[in-house]
C-alpha cells in the first residue's frame, strides 16, 4: 500500500491520499468522488492471482467467502459477484480492512469512526455482453438492515477500467433523490431501467463514468445510482467493493439483509465483532 507504518503501528499517511475540503463538498454535492491511487502495483499484482484462486474456490485462509454468486452460472459469460472475499483470503482482507479507505471515508462521511460493512470481489470477464452489466441500483436500498445512511463504498481497480471494459457510472447527484424505483443490482436492462425510473421533479440525470488506473479507488455514497455496462475487450474487469459504515450504525431487525444474522444482535444494537472490524481509527 501506499501508505506507512510507524514503529509504534500508528498510520501515516501521504496528505496528497487524502480528500481535500473541496473533494469533500464535492463527494457531498455529488454521491461521489475519485481518489488518487492508493494500492502499488505489488499488491495489485497479488490481487490478481488470489483473484484466481477465489474463482477456483481455493481458500487461503481455510475459510469459506459467504458467497460465491455468477447470476449466469457461468463465470466465462457473467459477472462474478463473491460476498466477503476477505473471509477466505488475506489479499482481499488486506484491502477489505485497509485504514487508509476508513480514514478516507470518515473524511467523506464527516463522522470519527468507520467499520466494514462487508466486501465484495467482482469479477467481469471479457466479452460479458448484457450478462456483464450492472443494473442501475443504490447500495442503501439493500441495506435497509443498517440504521444510517452514513455508508459508503470503496471501489478498488485491479485492472485499467474504461468504458470499453464496462467501468462504473454514477449519476451525479442522485444521493439527494430519495430511494427511487427500478433500482435493482442484477437487471442487465439499464435502458429500461432508466425509462422506468422515477426521479424527482427537475432532477437532471447526469452519468459519469469512473476512469480508474489500477490501485485506483472510487468513493460513493450509499444513496448514489450507480452501475455498469458490458465488457467489450476480450480481457476480464476485476475490482473489490469495500462497503464501510460510521461506527454509529445499528442493526434494524427484520429488513432480510444477512448481515443481521451474520451479526446475531438484537434491534437497535451497534454492529460490532469480528466480522465488523474497525477501520478508522486503527485498532491499536
Same mark, same amino acid.
Given at each position: 500500500?501506499?501508505?506507512?507504518?510507524?514503529?509504534?503501528?500508528?498510520?501515516?499517511?501521504?496528505?496528497?491520499?487524502?480528500?481535500?475540503?473541496?473533494?469533500?463538498?464535492?463527494?457531498?454535492?455529488?454521491?461521489?468522488?475519485?481518489?488518487?491511487?492508493?494500492?502499488?502495483?505489488?499488491?495489485?499484482?497479488?490481487?490478481?492471482?488470489?483473484?484466481?484462486?477465489?474463482?477456483?474456490?481455493?481458500?487461503?485462509?481455510?475459510?469459506?467467502?459467504?458467497?460465491?454468486?455468477?447470476?449466469?452460472?457461468?463465470?466465462?459469460?457473467?459477472?462474478?459477484?463473491?460476498?466477503?472475499?476477505?473471509?477466505?483470503?488475506?489479499?482481499?482482507?488486506?484491502?477489505?480492512?485497509?485504514?487508509?479507505?476508513?480514514?478516507?471515508?470518515?473524511?467523506?462521511?464527516?463522522?470519527?469512526?468507520?467499520?466494514?460493512?462487508?466486501?465484495?470481489?467482482?469479477?467481469?470477464?471479457?466479452?460479458?455482453?448484457?450478462?456483464?452489466?450492472?443494473?442501475?441500483?443504490?447500495?442503501?436500498?439493500?441495506? $435497509?438492515?443498517?440504521?444510517? !445512511?452514513?455508508?459508503?463504498?470503496?471501489?478498488?481497480?485491479?485492472? &485499467? /477500467? *474504461? #468504458?470499453?471494459?464496462?467501468?462504473?457510472?454514477?449519476?451525479?447527484?442522485?444521493?439527494?433523490?430519495?430511494?427511487?424505483?427500478?433500482?435493482?443490482?442484477?437487471?442487465?436492462?439499464?435502458?429500461?431501467?432508466?425509462?422506468?425510473?422515477?426521479?424527482?421533479?427537475?432532477?437532471?440525470?447526469?452519468?459519469?463514468?469512473?476512469?480508474?488506473?489500477?490501485?485506483?479507488?472510487?468513493?460513493?455514497?450509499?444513496?448514489?445510482?450507480?452501475?455498469?455496462?458490458?465488457?467489450?475487450?476480450?480481457?476480464?474487469?476485476?475490482?473489490? $467493493?469495500?462497503?464501510?459504515? !460510521?461506527?454509529?450504525?445499528?442493526?434494524?431487525?427484520?429488513?432480510? &439483509? /444477512? *448481515? #443481521?444474522?451474520?451479526?446475531?444482535?438484537?434491534?437497535?444494537?451497534?454492529?460490532?465483532?469480528?466480522?465488523?472490524?474497525?477501520?478508522?481509527?486503527?485498532?491499536?
Amino acid at each position: 500500500m501506499l501508505n506507512d507504518f510507524s514503529e509504534e503501528g500508528a498510520v501515516t499517511m501521504n496528505p496528497a491520499l487524502l480528500p481535500t475540503d473541496d473533494d469533500i463538498r464535492f463527494f457531498q454535492e455529488n454521491g461521489f468522488w475519485i481518489a488518487p491511487k492508493l494500492f502499488d502495483d505489488d499488491l495489485i499484482a497479488q490481487a490478481h492471482e488470489h483473484m484466481e484462486m477465489l474463482l477456483r474456490e481455493e481458500y487461503e485462509k481455510g475459510e469459506k467467502p459467504l458467497s460465491n454468486y455468477r447470476p449466469s452460472g457461468d463465470a466465462a459469460k457473467g459477472l462474478v459477484k463473491i460476498d466477503n472475499g476477505w473471509w477466505a483470503d488475506r489479499v482481499f482482507e488486506t484491502f477489505a480492512t485497509s485504514p487508509v479507505l476508513g480514514r478516507i471515508a470518515s473524511m467523506l462521511l464527516q463522522v470519527p469512526e468507520i467499520y466494514l460493512w462487508h466486501d465484495q470481489v467482482l469479477y467481469k470477464p471479457g466479452d460479458s455482453q448484457a450478462a456483464g452489466n450492472v443494473g442501475w441500483h443504490q447500495d442503501k436500498g439493500y441495506w $435497509a438492515s443498517a440504521s444510517t !445512511s452514513d455508508m459508503l463504498t470503496a471501489w478498488i481497480a485491479f485492472d &485499467h /477500467v *474504461n #468504458e470499453m471494459n464496462g467501468c462504473m457510472r454514477f449519476v451525479a447527484g442522485s444521493n439527494h433523490w430519495g430511494l427511487v424505483n427500478e433500482s435493482d443490482f442484477f437487471n442487465p436492462d439499464m435502458e429500461g431501467q432508466r425509462e422506468r425510473m422515477r426521479i424527482p421533479g427537475g432532477a437532471e440525470w447526469r452519468e459519469v463514468p469512473a476512469i480508474l488506473e489500477p490501485g485506483q479507488v472510487s468513493f460513493h455514497h450509499c444513496m448514489t445510482l450507480h452501475g455498469s455496462g458490458p465488457n467489450r475487450t476480450d480481457r476480464p474487469r476485476r475490482s473489490i $467493493a469495500v462497503h464501510l459504515m !460510521s461506527g454509529e450504525t445499528r442493526m434494524v431487525k427484520g429488513n432480510k &439483509h /444477512v *448481515n #443481521e444474522e451474520i451479526f446475531g444482535g438484537e434491534d437497535g444494537e451497534l454492529y460490532r465483532g469480528p466480522r465488523f472490524p474497525r477501520l478508522w481509527p486503527p485498532v491499536e
